[in-house]
């Protein structure tokens, strides 16, 4: 099967909004029940894929049992670089965390069509994300069972937590976007795990389904209540998804060291944020796409439409990036200028140039609808995106605390075998969960994909005045629909 | 519970059911779709779900206690620094704003729960497989006097099956 689709004739833009344009090869309710419930079999490639991620996740939790004996001077920190892997690769999986609800919540309350077939693979990435990127500040402790004392509780040494530390916001931030994010997850599942329950024949599965599903009946009192509870959650999850790597960028731009001291943190970070979450969504959902067969499902123009996303959040965080060298520039700050200039020549040019390239560069590429039709280019492109957020935030941390405001506390930073075991680790804890849940439940709303759908009529309206013209285009195959 | 349960496959049918029973007063009805359609909530004509009210009420007190937690806590063990003021508001407006959103959150979840009636411990009655697949379901919880009433109606409409249970 071909996997570049003809673009569009000049001049003409696909219309999402109809049943027989959004998903033309899905003809009936039945068939998303039979295709997306026939997902939830295992496979000889999923249990290969299982394997290597508890490998790799089991690699990390040995490398963390032998941080926890040697002490944390078993990582590569050493002053003045204090913040290292860890922190990066916190910011990292928040960040990948945001798209999930972005995908989820905002493009919910804007009715943008393409969310329809990918949200939930990303609402299930941001939860396993922020569950991993809440275990690196654990890691990063000395005394990791000690972490619970950041929660504000009367304890026995009545002693509270600063409230004013941007470590103490983080807390309160992380866990309520892990607390909502799991439960807008868990609400969009119900009428799904319902659908499932109603098809299963194994009677102990069918009894687990039965209590995860709650009872659900689809009656029009519970859809009633549940849409609006939905749409409420969403408007909630909105304004969290900004606030919450706001939070996550105060953590630097709180300090004043050269590099983090700005208020342009919290919008790029939240940019960056978004972008990152967006290429995770492409690393994941495109295998999924071909390995589950729903090419009909997540379609060229869903993919063509989260690339456009993509571009634009790419624009967003080049922009940041320029700016912060101008305001260095602008300043009259010497640090700040010293810092900016060490950033692109100096000892971390070659990570700068990663980020610059894989952020800023490649993904214009998208300005060609040919490549944003191109789900095995997104796939590449996302690849780079995925590496050039990782440096995005090892280019913050890094040059900072090694290139402070004194020649004589200079100094670098090496990574050592322990940071990369659990780098290693954090990925293989994150895909577990992922390939877990894409066997247990359906990687799509079915229920809502329903919902674009025509229902089964007794009289048969002509639908023809929702699809005016100019709409024709071409799915994978080429052929015109 | 006892009553009529009608199995459609067309959306239009059991729409045309309804009105007419609603017209009849044939008893309490409810529908069962695969998924939220408007054509339902004009024919039942329903009030708004009040689902939001709890999202206002819980959602105001979680800011408030977001608020009075850091404030509380800054009173109770007083870090001056700089000069600054003990209970700075503008930092704990983060706090603020994310317990806002945790506790309506999932005050807008546990009233939803609360009015459309789950967890519930069993779906058997006057509800059936299809309904979550691709058959639109009429319920009426009616006596047996009026019962056969209702299966009149939800068979003139074109109802694919129509049973009595209790």
Request: glycine share 8%; proline share 6%.
């Amino acid at each position: 099967m071909a996997t570049t689709a003809t673009p569009l004739p000049s001049g003409q833009r696909p219309n999402v909004a109809t049943a027989a344009v959004r998903f033309p090869a899905v003809k009936d309710y039945e068939q998303v029940d039979r295709e997306i419930g026939g997902t939830l079999g295992p496979s000889l490639g999923w249990f290969a894929a299982l394997g290597i991620a508890i490998l790799c996740m089991l690699i990390g939790a040995t490398t963390w049992t032998y941080q926890i004996h040697e002490g944390l001077g078993a990582a590569g920190y050493h002053p003045p670089v204090m913040w290292g892997v860890y922190i990066i690769t916190f910011v990292f999986w928040v960040g990948i965390g945001h798209a999930g609800t972005l995908i989820s919540a905002i493009l919910y309350l804007f009715r943008a069509g393409f969310r329809t077939s990918i949200y939930r693979v990303s609402e299930a990435m941001t939860v396993f994300a922020v569950m991993t990127a809440g275990l690196f500040p654990i890691l990063h402790l000395g005394r990791p069972w000690k972490f619970f004392w950041l929660i504000p509780y009367p304890n026995w040494r009545l002693i509270w937590p600063n409230p004013k530390s941007p470590l103490v916001w983080d807390v309160f931030a992380i866990l309520t976007y892990l607390t909502i994010s799991s439960t807008f997850l868990y609400i969009g599942l119900i009428p799904d795990i319902a659908i499932l329950r109603d098809r299963e024949k194994n009677p102990i599965r069918k009894a687990i389904l039965a209590q995860l599903s709650l009872g659900w009946r689809n009656s029009d009192r519970e859809w009633r209540h549940f849409t609006r509870a939905y749409l409420f959650l969403a408007a909630f999850a909105t304004p969290l998804v900004l606030s919450v790597h706001s939070v996550v960028s105060f953590d630097f731009a709180m300090a004043l060291t050269p590099g983090w001291h700005a208020t342009i943190f919290p919008p790029y970070f939240v940019a960056g944020a978004i972008f990152s979450g967006i290429g995770m969504v492409f690393t994941i959902a495109i295998p999924l796409r071909k390995a589950f067969k729903l090419e009909h499902y997540i379609t060229l123009n869903d993919l063509d439409a989260a690339a456009k996303l993509c571009l634009f959040t790419s624009c967003v965080v080049g922009l940041a990036y320029l700016t912060e060298f101008q305001v260095a520039w602008m300043s009259g700050n010497k640090y700040e200028q010293d810092y900016f200039w060490n950033r692109v020549f100096g000892q971390w040019a070659w990570a700068a140039w990663i980020m610059l390239i894989c952020n800023m560069v490649l993904p214009m590429s998208l300005w060609s609808q040919k490549l944003r039709r191109n789900p095995k280019w997104l796939f590449i492109l996302s690849l780079f995106i995925n590496l050039g957020m990782w440096f995005e935030r090892f280019v913050i941390v890094v040059p900072s605390l090694s290139h402070e405001f004194e020649p004589w506390q200079w100094g670098t930073y090496r990574p050592t075998w322990v940071d990369y075991g659990i780098l290693l680790g954090s990925f293989g804890w994150f895909f577990m969960w992922f390939l877990l849940f894409i066997k247990q439940l359906p990687v799509m709303a079915m229920a809502e994909i329903k919902e674009v759908l025509l229902p089964r009529l007794k009289v048969q309206f002509n639908h023809s005045h929702d699809l005016p013209e100019g709409i024709d285009f071409p799915d994978e195959t080429g052929k015109v629909h | 519970m006892q009553g009529v349960l009608g199995a459609f496959r067309e959306l239009d049918s059991a729409v045309h059911a309804i009105e007419d029973l609603k017209k009849e007063r044939v008893g309490d009805i409810t529908v069962y779709t695969p998924t939220p359609r408007h054509e339902f909530d004009h024919a039942m004509g329903h009030p708004p779900s009040k689902v939001r009210l709890f999202t206002l009420i819980f959602g105001l007190a979680g800011v408030t206690f977001g608020y009075w937690i850091p404030v509380w806590i800054s009173d109770y063990w007083p870090l001056v620094v700089g000069g600054k003021a003990i209970a700075t508001w503008v930092p704990f407006t983060i706090l603020g704003f994310e317990v806002m959103v945790l506790i309506g959150g999932l005050a807008t979840v546990f009233a939803m729960f609360g009015f459309a009636g789950i967890p519930r411990l069993t779906t058997t009655v006057g509800y059936d497989a299809r309904f979550s697949h691709g058959h639109f379901g009429v319920w009426v919880a009616t006596e047996a006097d009026r019962a056969e009433d209702a299966m009149t109606i939800l068979k003139k409409h074109g109802a694919e099956e129509v049973r009595r249970e209790r």
